[in-house]
């Protein structure tokens, strides 16, 4: 699986963002997709999972804000960012999980796309 993801830049906060991420390759058996972000000097995150059939786990710091939604068809997850802060200035990474058999699950993350919000 290979994901590739769009959309970071720099941006005024209380301004919005869209984050994309398009998956390819062996992607028949994704269960998850969604977003983590890691700012400087803190531990990666996460911001927002969205399962096959549309169920979101979004990280209190971001509900309200954020939202996740998935387009099968496409094989892409989208990260609708508004109202955003200072605080979500991080490095977004795209990432996927499909199960690994044995009762596992096999991580897959993308390239990370930087945002920078300015107050």
């Known amino acids: 699986v290979q994901l590739q993801a769009s959309g970071g830049g720099l941006v005024q906060a209380g301004r919005s963002l869209r984050l994309s991420c398009a998956a390819s390759?062996?992607?028949?058996?994704?269960?998850?997709m969604g977003w983590y972000r890691q700012a400087p000097g803190k531990q990666r995150e996460l911001v927002a999972t969205?399962?096959?059939?549309?169920?979101?786990n979004i990280a209190d710091s971001v509900k309200g804000r954020f939202t996740i939604s998935r387009d099968n068809a496409k094989n892409t997850v989208y990260l609708q960012m508004n109202s955003l802060k200072p605080e979500d200035t991080a490095v977004y990474y795209c990432?996927?999980?499909?199960?690994?058999?044995?009762?596992?699950?096999?991580?897959?993350w993308g390239q990370g796309t930087l945002v920078t919000v300015s107050s």
């Open positions: 969205i399962t096959s059939d549309g169920k979101t």
């Open positions: 390759g062996s992607i028949f058996s994704i269960n998850r």
């Open positions: 990432y996927a999980d499909e199960p690994g058999g044995w009762g596992t699950w096999t991580d897959h």
